[in-house]
């Protein structure tokens, strides 16, 4: 796929034959960082074998420094693209099957930028969610009446939220993943309404964001439920990148010590890093900034 594109996110298919990918390309005489990408949408009709980019023809409507991150189609004809980029949010919008596409720039008051997800109940009414801005702080949410034309701030809806599914013809229920679990439910006065699921699990929960310190090595509080059972830590930089696993913890463990360094044994820098304990079948993810 290198010929097409230089990360890929998300893809869609309507049949084992016909699809699309997002993700982004940068110029090859151009630093290799994600400020100089720009999105690609890449459609297939031979199951992979060749693969055409169907937003070529709008390359002067995009924006430096953009990436494809989710796909979404509510019907055979109407789809939409989040759009991640550091300091701007933007979707993209086809009415035509995803034969040609139409960038809609996110333009609620609080400015919302850094997206992933996107999430759309019928043609005019949708939410996206992300991160909020390049410093990964506020975590936003907006929403429009009318196709991605207008936006809103609607962070009540949740924060940082990654990925939408919905259900039912129309949409009468719905879920997103972000901080936590959150579940859209219709209601007879045709208001969406939204509320955040606490989880059950107390291995590591996803809505603490721990701040440290970049010392010699932190220590990572956790609880497995059996302290028979040794206990796993993954963890990421914030694309998804693998920094370190920490195996054979034991089970009795409050704190997992990480000395910072990654699986090469470089120091890691300060940012966003997302860790997942994983203790005999519970899971629990949770962010963590170094400072």
Request: charged residues 25%.
């Given at each position: 796929m290198e010929a097409w594109a230089d990360m890929l996110i998300d893809c869609f298919f309507t049949d084992e034959s016909t699809g699309w990918v997002v993700g982004g390309k940068i110029d090859p005489n151009e630093p290799q960082v994600r400020d100089n990408s720009f999105p690609v949408v890449l459609k297939t009709n031979d199951g992979g074998a060749t693969w055409e980019n169907k937003l070529a023809s709008i390359a002067d409507d995009l924006v430096k420094g953009e990436w494809g991150w989710k796909i979404q189609f509510i019907n055979e004809q109407v789809g939409f693209v989040s759009l991640e980029a550091f300091d701007v949010g933007a979707i993209l919008k086809t009415t035509d099957g995803g034969e040609n596409w139409e960038r809609l720039p996110i333009n609620d008051p609080q400015r919302n930028a850094n997206l992933e997800g996107v999430g759309f109940i019928d043609e005019n009414v949708g939410w996206v969610g992300g991160w909020g801005d390049r410093e990964f702080e506020r975590q936003s949410s907006s929403a429009?009446?009318?196709?991605?034309?207008?936006?809103?701030?609607?962070?009540?809806?949740?924060?940082?939220?990654?990925?939408?599914?919905?259900?039912?013809?129309?949409?009468?229920?719905?879920?997103?993943?972000?901080?936590?679990?959150?579940?859209?439910e219709a209601s007879d006065t045709s208001r969406s309404s939204a509320r955040a699921f606490a989880s059950s699990r107390h291995v590591m929960?996803?809505?603490?964001?721990?701040?440290?310190?970049?010392?010699?090595?932190?220590?990572?509080?956790?609880?497995?439920?059996?302290?028979?059972?040794?206990?796993?830590?993954?963890?990421?930089?914030?694309?998804?990148?693998?920094?370190?696993?920490?195996?054979?913890?034991?089970?009795?463990?409050?704190?997992?010590?990480?000395?910072?360094?990654?699986?090469?044994?470089?120091?890691?820098?300060?940012?966003?890093?997302?860790?997942?304990?994983?203790?005999?079948?519970?899971?629990?993810?949770?962010?963590?900034?170094?400072?």
């Open positions: 429009t009446p009318d196709g991605g034309k207008t936006w809103r701030d609607a962070n009540e809806i949740g924060r940082a939220i990654n990925r939408f599914r919905f259900f039912g013809t129309p949409v009468t229920v719905g879920y997103s993943s972000g901080v936590t679990v959150y579940k859209y929960p996803a809505s603490v964001l721990t701040r440290a310190s970049q010392g010699e090595s932190i220590h990572i509080p956790v609880t497995c439920p059996d302290p028979n059972q040794t206990a796993t830590l993954r963890i990421w930089d914030r694309f998804g990148e693998e920094i370190i696993t920490i195996e054979n913890i034991a089970g009795d463990s409050t704190t997992v010590e990480w000395n910072l360094e990654d699986r090469h044994g470089s120091r890691v820098r300060p940012g966003y890093f997302i860790l997942r304990l994983t203790c005999g079948d519970q899971s629990e993810s949770s962010l963590l900034k170094l400072n």
